[in-house]
């Protein structure tokens, strides 16, 4: 956000950061500016937000994992060596296919738990990439 001095931020788990209130994450804030949008038309909420869903999504699926650490370079070992592919450790792990799809898997602060998202251009891609990261995840 402060790179590009972006207005909003979010993630799935449903945070969302603003950045006229320092970048911090504000549930209250969300809920009024979603309450504003829906008292400005008639249509649904459902309706309102379908045109900005550029990528289907798993949701976030979260695993038990012993060693999180460890699990975390062997799911890069396993994804990195492909020819594309690019890997980033920021805050957990991004994997890009270069295809258009991508994980992240990010520890959990308060228990021994990696947390995966994937997303692709298409639901049909999105599945199958999720079960083949979960069955590293859980192996």
């Given at each position: 956000m402060?790179?590009?001095d972006a207005v ?5 788990s ?9 970048r911090?994450d504000?549930?209250?804030?969300t ?5 504003a949008?829906?008292g ?31 699990k975390l ?8 060596q492909?020819?594309?592919?690019t890997?980033d450790?920021?805050d ?13 898997l990010r520890?959990?602060?308060t ?14 891609a999105?599945?199958p990439?999720?079960d ?8």
């Amino acid at each position: 956000m402060a790179e590009h001095d972006a207005v909003l931020g979010g993630e799935h788990s449903g945070h969302y950061y603003f950045r006229d209130v320092w970048r911090a994450d504000t549930g209250m804030l969300t809920a009024l500016h979603v309450l504003a949008a829906l008292g400005e038309q008639d249509r649904p909420l459902s309706e309102l937000v379908a045109g900005y869903s550029r990528y289907a999504a798993s949701g976030e699926i979260n695993s038990e994992v012993a060693d999180v650490p460890a699990k975390l370079d062997e799911v890069e070992a396993a994804y990195g060596q492909f020819d594309g592919v690019t890997t980033d450790r920021l805050d957990g792990l991004t994997v890009t296919l270069g295809d258009g799809r991508w994980f992240k898997l990010r520890p959990s602060n308060t228990e021994p738990l990696l947390r995966l998202n994937v997303e692709d251009p298409t639901q049909e891609a999105v599945d199958p990439l999720r079960d083949e990261v979960l069955a590293l995840v859980c192996s």
